[in-house]
């Protein structure tokens, strides 16, 4: 069973930084897509950004230019570098990992609270 640990959320004030990070517990070499999805209270959970294997990203229009994301397939692990913070960015950021050939999301992590605030 693959897990999931994110690291890397608390408060900020706007127009901060944060950088989230995840760590696959195995071998992630079944793992095609990795990405940040992201709920906040009383919306549904949204993405953010995903990679796939090979570098293509996708990312949110409401991040666009201020969010990065990266991974390390050596070291299986993906990071959302996040500039210029609004505090509608304010949500609690899961990571999530989805294997080849597969139609969704396979693995969640437990979540990190993203807290943008003056």
């Known amino acids: 069973q693959v897990q999931l640990v994110e690291s890397g959320g608390g408060l900020v004030q706007p127009g901060g930084s944060l950088r989230l990070s995840c760590a696959v517990s195995r071998s992630a070499s079944s793992i095609n897509e990795m990405g940040w999805y992201r709920q906040a209270p009383g919306k549904q959970r949204e993405l953010v950004a995903v990679?796939?294997?090979?570098?293509?990203?996708n990312y949110a229009d409401s991040v666009k230019g201020r969010f990065t994301i990266s991974r390390d397939n050596a070291k299986n692990t993906v990071h959302l570098q996040m500039n210029s913070l609004k505090p509608e960015d304010t949500a609690v950021y899961y990571c999530s990992a989805q294997r080849y050939y597969s139609r969704g999301v396979d693995y969640w992590g437990q979540g990190t609270q993203v807290t943008v605030s003056s």
């Open positions: 990679i796939r294997s090979g570098g293509n990203t």
